[in-house]
């Protein structure tokens, strides 16, 4: 029960790792507040997880909206402890030089300005108690060739943003850090493609059978791991860690797959004539 008492905010909570979040604080002691757009979904789970559960309508691509939410969190429970800024797709998946003016700010809107406003609308709450905000930022933020080009940007934004945050909120004891998923089986990559939900089970599968062939550790990421992850950074076991962010990868961004798979063709092996090998 790590979080007996404390509010909980989390976007994008009715599908994968907001789903896992949710239910894993709402087992830990924790009022969720969830804000999504799917209101079949957050309805539905308004009737099935209980008192200590909230849904409200939000679209984080509208600030009116995330303020709403943070206000509504603090009018039901008396205050906000804890942000967890995830709502997000892969949006526009247009090249740089085919994207759109539109599209791109539609990208940001919805993955970094997003957790912008998230942070702006809490903040106030969070500063009357201190707490902890985490943003979902991704491997993609990092290199390229994991998310379309929109995306990876707005997500190397969230990085940044998260330690320039948290620099300006520690003095009222507010911590901010963000976590980078890799390859976790949710409905993102068969959304992005607009995927039906048969389809949708057949990504996952082969998201689960090309693990071992992508990262180190030879299973798929599933929500929980990155639930596990945003509790541990929302708990008072990193009460000493700020501005900074967690990749919970299985290990994908260590290098390329010769670095840990001796089967694995390397650098050496492109270069250097066999017998010298
Ligand atoms: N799954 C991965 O491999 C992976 C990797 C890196 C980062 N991420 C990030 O994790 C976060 C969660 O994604 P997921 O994989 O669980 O995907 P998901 O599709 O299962 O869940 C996304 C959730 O966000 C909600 N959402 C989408 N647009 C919204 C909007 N405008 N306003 C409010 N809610 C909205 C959806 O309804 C859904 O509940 C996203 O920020 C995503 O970019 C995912």
């Known amino acids: 029960m790590r979080f007996k008492g404390k ?8 599908s994968g790792i907001g789903r896992a979040t949710v239910d894993l604080f709402l087992r830990e002691g924790a009022h969720v507040i969830m804000g999504d757009i799917n209101v ?18 939000c679209d984080v691509t509208q600030e009116d909206q995330i303020k709403a939410l943070m206000d509504y969190a603090a009018e039901t429970t008396g205050g906000i402890d804890i942000v967890f800024n995830n709502a997000g797709a892969g949006g526009p998946r247009d090249r740089i030089d085919e994207i759109s003016g539109n599209d791109w700010d539609f ?21 009357k108690r201190g707490g902890a905000i985490i943003n979902t930022a991704s491997i993609c933020a990092f290199q390229a060739g994991f998310g379309p080009i929109a995306y990876s940007t707005a997500k190397a934004g969230v990085l940044h943003l998260t330690k320039l945050a948290a620099a300006e909120l520690a003095q009222h004891k507010i911590r901010v850090n963000a976590i980078c998923p890799g390859f976790i ?5 068969a ?15 082969i998201m689960g059978q090309a693990a071992a062939s992508v990262q180190p550790i030879a299973r798929p ?16 076991a990193t ?12 290990g994908l961004l260590v290098g390329t797959p010769a670095s840990w798979n001796p089967e694995a063709p390397g650098l050496l092996d492109a270069i250097v004539p066999e017998h010298l090998r």
Do not use: C, W
């Open 40 to 57: 079949d979904e957050g309805t539905a789970m308004m009737s099935s997880l209980g008192d200590s559960f909230h849904f409200q309508q």
């Open 185 to 189: 089986q949710t409905n993102i990559f």
């Open 221 to 236: 990421g599933v929500p929980d791991d990155i639930a596990e992850t945003v509790a541990y950074l929302a708990s008072d």
């Open 107 to 127: 990208a940001m809107a919805l993955l970094l300005k997003s957790v912008a406003m998230g942070i702006r609308h809490a903040t106030p709450y969070l500063k």
């Open 191 to 205: 959304a992005t493609v607009g995927a039906n939900k048969e389809e949708a089970l057949q990504i996952n599968a």
């Open 239 to 250: 009460g000493f860690v700020t501005g900074t962010h967690i990749l919970v990868d299985g």
């Open 7 to 14: 509010t909980a905010v989390i976007t994008g909570g009715s």
